[in-house]
């Protein structure tokens, strides 16, 4: 094989692939400057009418995922985010509830009930925005009202349509309006401000929300142990002091390990891997989770190795790099990478023709076979799956290394251990490189020292509790319980 291009040291790396995201273009541009012009005058109106605002939290008080809260004034209503629940009664939800009818999703409380959000009631909402594209804060998109404009950045719709709709080329989401970090724009009564957070989903926002004289903060997921950590310090620098509310996430409150590597300890164990492996590397990680591919990358192409992802990931990348914040993609200045096509999605090339060859084009010249993956090993990273399955048999792999970096709770699925035994079956060897996509304690107890909220509502959680050590602040409440803000 011909060496990879000069490994960039990681602090060029990271100059390289993350600066903090610009608008890129104007399409449906929401209004930006309203704090700097006019709209003083509005909030001066809404504040002279006095607060009225209500806060719901639909779920999260005591549970981590399936995010929904409600924001009303007078006369606007808003939801940030519209998540499907990880749990149910304490247990990780059963996946293939996806497919249960919405009545029943109802019943069980899947889907909460709220009066005029969803697709069979009037629509009593003016818009649903969301912070991130983890399924926990957009998977109930599907049942909302079509009515009701969905806010979020050009990156998630990106993040969000390929992962409902992939392979399906063009796919767009209906009715949403693009919003850019650090651009504030209004809906109504509210005025909103989102901030770039480093976090396992690209290019999540924290939000500043203002009416009726009330400013809220809302933290969503955040961390800041990741490749963009500087984002959380741009964060407390520019967010509003002495707010009236801080909503902050607390995924990793009562969690056992509290000592959370960063994504660069990450990166050096998978290169350690690589350096002593003497087979091929397969490696599992969400592809959401593009600051992890980042590591795999990096690690790849540090040791002289290929890194080989499917055609899903190769056109994921491909579409949410810009020109202002570059990302690997198969081809280019990036030839230490390669697309392997597995026979899936080859079968619906065959069955869809022409639309699915616009997604598959661009990496053809990037493309790997499986039997020069059979011949290379030693020289292979490879991204892989559970449904890979069949098409890592056909490969006939010599023993070498398998690194899973994912959530450890969804390694006792069933197609999950079938995957894992069938590969220590060949005489893989098994290893965990992870770090959490969410705030340590020590984070969390920052943000809320240097914001000095006035009121802290901890969510994202099932420990909402242990905040009351962390600020006096502090108050738990029940879902679906009205607050006054
Ligand atoms: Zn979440
Ligand atoms: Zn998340």
């Not at 006369?75 to 996946?95: M, Q, V």
């Not at 991204?383 to 070498?400: A, H, Q, W, Y």
């Amino acid at each position: 094989m011909s060496k990879a291009v000069g490994a960039a040291s990681t602090a060029d790396a990271r100059r390289l692939v993350f600066p903090v995201l610009q608008p890129t273009g104007s399409r449906r541009l929401l209004q930006a400057g309203f704090l700097e012009a006019c709209t003083k005058k509005q909030i001066f109106r809404t504040e002279r009418q006095g607060c009225r605002m209500e806060l719901i939290i639909y779920r999260g008080t005591h549970e981590i995922g399936g995010t929904m809260i409600e924001l009303k004034t007078r006369g606007t209503r808003i939801l940030l985010d519209a998540g499907y629940p990880l749990y149910y009664k304490g247990e990780i939800i059963d996946e293939s509830w996806v497919k249960k009818p919405a009545k029943e999703l109802l019943e069980l409380g899947v889907i909460p009930q709220v009066k005029g959000l969803y697709q069979w009631d009037q629509p009593k909402f003016d818009a649903v925005i969301l912070s991130h594209a983890h399924s926990d804060h957009y998977g109930l998109l599907k049942y909302i009202h079509p009515k009701i404009p969905v806010y979020l950045t050009e990156a998630a719709e990106t993040l969000i349509s390929l992962s409902l709709s992939f392979p399906i080329p063009k796919f767009r989401m209906e009715n949403t309006m693009i919003f850019y970090m650090e651009k504030p724009f209004q809906i109504g009564d509210f005025f909103l401000k989102p901030y770039l957070m480093d976090h396992s989903a690209f290019d999540a926002a924290a939000f500043e929300i203002r009416a009726e004289g009330k400013t809220l903060i809302y933290s969503a997921d955040f961390r800041n142990h990741g490749w963009k950590g500087y984002c959380l310090e741009n964060f407390l620098q520019k967010a509003p002091k002495y707010a009236d509310l801080l909503l902050v996430e607390g995924t990793n409150i009562g969690r056992k390990s509290e000592s959370l590597p960063s994504e660069s300890d990450v990166q050096q164990k998978v290169e350690a891997i690589l350096k002593d492996s003497e087979g091929i590397v397969l490696f599992q990680a969400s592809t959401q989770n593009v600051d992890r591919m980042i590591s795999f990358y990096q690690a790849a192409e540090a040791q002289g190795k290929f890194l080989v992802v499917d055609v899903y990931v190769a056109n994921l990348l491909s579409q949410l790099t810009r020109p202002n914040y570059r990302l690997p993609v198969p081809g280019g200045r990036y030839r230490a990478m390669k697309v392997f096509y597995p026979f899936p999605l080859g079968r619906l090339w065959q069955t869809k023709g022409r639309e699915i060859l616009c997604s598959f084009l661009p990496f053809i010249r990037s493309r790997i076979s499986m039997r020069k993956i059979s011949k290379k090993q030693k020289c292979i990273v490879m991204m892989v799956r559970p449904s890979m399955l069949s098409d890592l048999k056909k490969i006939e792999l010599d023993p070498g290394d398998f690194i899973y970096s994912m959530w450890q709770a969804y390694r006792g699925k069933g197609s999950q251990v079938r995957f894992e035994k069938y590969l220590s079956s060949l005489g893989f060897q098994s290893h965990l490189a992870h770090t959490s996509g969410h705030a340590s304690e020590a984070a969390i107890k920052q943000v809320i020292a240097e914001l000095h909220p006035k009121r802290v509502i901890p969510i994202h959680t099932f420990h909402p509790e242990a905040f009351f050590a962390f600020s006096d602040k502090t108050e738990v409440f029940q879902d679906s319980w009205v607050i006054k803000v």
